[in-house]
């Protein structure tokens, strides 16, 4: 059986598996993508001086905005229904205009200039908090230029978390000591002209004006020198800043770059639309701007046609080869279900059995025109931030192209296991981890599991290497919980090898329950399995399962997608409309096999619905499951108390 990972010799400890590495690095790790690249700034001049004259970011812009009224049907109380006109804001843009990768150096090296003008100096901190664009990639790379730290935050993040950032990264102690705004777009000139009377305020025109009337020489950095402090979406608490140095993001490019060599040829094109200050996002486009790929922005309102008018959508407009995230697509029509059904199942056994090339009549048939959804062109796409089901990731192979699984974390730059395109029937597996890091697991034993199990050794997965966060940004107690001394990421993911020497998460360390009969609860299988009901039931837009170590059974809160139902709490509070989600629940719990006290005794419909913006979502869009069960606390108190009987079988 061909190994995608090799142990170290002689590691393994009485708590601690054997150290593996990838396949490509078993004697040394990848540090960078290549000789003389060490830092951001190298990757822009490279990029710069190898693909000058080729397309690099490309962007569109706005050409009208368009107001439609809809007629929307509200559900009232006392099982009513009212109708009502909503208007509906979209978009017409222009094709994509592009900058190349000279044109990118060059206005880099002026908005760096115009950086300095303004009062910035080597070392000194800068946030961008912008959706992802051109503009947001080309303010990281001038950063570089003066070896400035640019600090991250989620245009999601709302006022509450931007102010925590820029406080702690002293931008701003509630703003008073910010001196600078510069802003992209199209400004309100009322907001301007408040703005003015506080801070000086700047288009990036006049940022670009600036630099070139007082060009500044560069000052490279150096690989320790800090790129940037990107505040996590954290679940338990404030948003915390993991410290990246150049030399961090760099290692992280070159075990990317080495794994996708034998993918990319450098002449595609890949839609960039997650988030920048997500640092997903960030290493794939660094990945590729070294790469000489084309980027072109597209925005998660915008995607699609229906999402715009007068135009194509930003992923059939574009029509790209690679993508970081899972587009949606639409599914046939009931009338040709049958016929869809028996060619997907023949073509996920063609494929499971190494003869996906003969598929070819399949895709001319029935699944081109979903191809042609996401343009027609797409070779690849890679999943990571969040787990990817098994169902969604057989659909996309199967219908439209190929969809690797990913898996990393802030803390070590994004990318610790990239999924082998070749081995994308293996649903749900990872791969080794990849060159630029080495990984063992540590036994949990609370949890029962143990680097010595067989045939898979399971435990908490730890990694060391290049990519490895300096640590949480003044924030020390923090940083030693989760490195060791010796330089080991503890991740708090609880993951197992398979025999090829890939990985596979199974579950998270801090999920577990110990409920009053005795009986252990994972949240993680829970939330896994029910995080993806709306693929099944459409009425289910969010849940968070909860358990209580003084009770004995699970109970769900659930968002109804329907916002009519959500309006009205008195739909929500009903006991008939509660027991049909349960029954739901306990079907799917009985259709995957869970132990009767995994199965949810009591469900609460909230009428509220989880945002970022009130705190039940992060920026990311996880749960913030803390702060749902403080808001719930009273009716999760009153479900408790009705103590329902646990089942002894589903």
Same mark, same amino acid.
């Given at each position: 059986?061909?190994?995608r990972?090799?142990e ?9 598996g054997?150290i ?5 690095s ?16 190298d ?16 962007a569109r812009?706005?050409?009208?905005t ?10 009232i109380p006392? *099982?009513?229904e009212v ?7 979209y978009f ?8 190349t990768?000279g044109?990118?150096?060059s206005?880099?090296?002026t908005?760096g200039?115009?950086?300095?003008a303004?009062?910035l100096?080597?070392?000194?901190k800068?946030t ?10 080309l303010?990281?790379l001038?950063?570089?230029t ?8 989620y ?7 931007l102010l925590y950032?820029?406080?702690?990264c ?9 001196k600078?705004?510069?802003?992209? *777009? ?6 301007l ?5 506080q ?9 670009k ?16 020198? %800090? ?6 979406s954290?679940?338990?608490?404030p948003?915390? *800043?993991?410290m ?12 990317a770059?080495t794994?996708?060599k ?8 890949i ?12 290493a794939?486009e ?31 407009e ?8 899972v ?7 009931p ?18 059995n190494?003869?996906?090339?003969l598929?070819g009549?399949?895709d ?7 191809k042609?959804?996401v ?5 690849l796409?890679l999943s990571?931030?969040?787990p ?5 990731q ?10 690797v699984n ?5 803390e ?11 081995m994308?029937?293996?649903l749900?597996?990872?791969? *080794? ?31 060391r ?11 020390p107690?923090l940083t ?8 080991w ?5 609880i993951?197992e090898?398979?025999?090829?020497g ?18 252990y609860?994972l949240?993680?299988?829970?939330t896994?399995?029910?995080?993806f ?9 969010n ?12 109970v769900a ?9 959500r ?13 049909k989600?349960?029954a ?6 009985k ?8 199965v ?10 989880w ?5 039940? %979502?992060?920026?990311?869009m ?14 999760l108190?009153s ?11 589903i």
């Amino acid at each position: 059986m061909p190994q995608r990972s090799v142990e170290v010799p002689n590691t393994a400890t009485a708590t601690s598996g054997a150290i593996r590495r990838s396949i490509l690095s078993p004697k040394e790790l990848t540090a960078r993508p290549a000789e003389g690249i060490n830092t951001v700034y190298d990757i822009l001049v490279s990029s710069g001086k190898k693909y000058a004259n080729k397309d690099a970011l490309g962007a569109r812009r706005i050409v009208d905005t368009i107001k439609e009224q809809k007629e929307v049907t509200k559900k009232i109380p006392g *099982g009513g229904e009212v109708k009502e006109m909503k208007t509906w804001t979209y978009f017409e843009l222009s094709p994509y205009s592009w900058m190349t990768f000279g044109e990118v150096k060059s206005l880099a090296l002026t908005y760096g200039s115009g950086l300095r003008a303004l009062g910035l100096n080597p070392t000194d901190k800068m946030t961008v908090y912008a959706e992802t664009s051109r503009d947001w990639m080309l303010m990281a790379l001038s950063a570089s230029t003066q070896n400035l730290t640019i600090t991250t935050a989620y245009a999601t993040l709302g006022e509450e978390g931007l102010l925590y950032s820029l406080q702690e990264c002293e931008i701003a102690k509630s703003c008073p000591l910010v001196k600078n705004v510069i802003y992209n *777009g199209a400004g309100d000139a009322a907001v301007l002209e408040s703005l003015a009377t506080q801070v000086k305020v700047l288009s990036l025109d006049e940022l670009k004006a600036l630099g070139e009337a007082t060009p500044f020489e560069p000052v490279p950095p150096t690989a320790e020198d %800090l790129a940037c402090i990107m505040y996590t979406s954290g679940s338990t608490g404030p948003p915390k *800043g993991v410290m990246l140095t150049h030399g961090n993001i760099v290692a992280t490019v070159g075990g990317a770059y080495t794994f996708l060599k034998p993918y990319i040829n450098g002449d595609e094109v890949i839609l960039a639309f997650l988030p920048l200050a997500h640092i997903l996002e960030m290493a794939v486009e660094m990945t590729f701007i070294f790469f000489g790929v084309s980027i072109g922005y597209g925005g998660v309102k915008t995607l699609t046609d229906s999402s715009v008018r007068n135009c194509k959508g930003d992923i059939r407009e574009l029509r790209p080869h690679l993508l970081a995230g899972v587009p949606q697509i639409q599914a046939s029509p009931p009338t040709v279900q049958k016929l869809f059904n028996t060619a997907y199942n023949l073509k996920w056994w063609l494929m499971s059995n190494g003869m996906g090339a003969l598929a070819g009549p399949l895709d001319a048939l029935i699944f081109n025109k979903i191809k042609d959804q996401v343009g027609g062109r797409l070779k690849l796409a890679l999943s990571g931030g969040a787990p990817l089901p098994k169902s969604t990731q057989q659909f996309m192979n199967i219908t439209s192209t190929t969809l690797v699984n990913g898996y990393g974390m802030t803390e070590c730059s994004a990318v610790m296991s990239i999924q082998e395109p070749t081995m994308v029937t293996k649903l749900g597996i990872l791969n *080794g981890p990849t060159s630029a890091l080495e990984a063992k697991l540590v036994d949990v034993p609370e949890m029962g599991y143990s680097s010595k199990n067989l045939p898979k050794p399971q435990g908490e997965l730890w990694v060391r290497g290049g990519s490895v966060m300096k640590g949480y940004y003044k924030q020390p107690a923090l940083t030693k919980e989760a490195l060791t001394d010796d330089g080991w990421l503890m991740t708090g993911d609880i993951a197992e090898w398979n025999e090829d020497g890939t990985l596979q998460i199974i579950d998270r360390k801090k999920n577990l329950v110990k409920l009053a009969n005795g009986e252990y609860v994972l949240f993680n299988p829970l939330t896994l399995t029910f995080e993806f009901l709306p693929l099944t039931f459409p009425f289910v837009q969010n849940i968070c399962v909860h358990a209580d170590s003084e009770k004995s059974y699970c109970v769900a809160l659930i968002v109804p997608v329907e916002a009519q139902i959500r309006a009205v709490p008195e739909i929500c509070a009903r006991k008939e409309v509660r027991d049909k989600v349960l029954a739901s629940l306990k079907d799917v719990a009985k259709s995957v096999g869970f132990k009767p006290a995994e199965v949810v005794g009591q469900v609460h419909l909230c009428h509220e619905e989880w945002t970022p913006q009130n705190g039940l %979502l992060t920026a990311a869009m996880k749960l913030q499951r803390k702060q749902i069960v403080t808001k719930h606390k009273k009716e999760l108190a009153s479900y408790m108390e009705a103590n329902p009987r646990v089942p002894t079988h589903i």
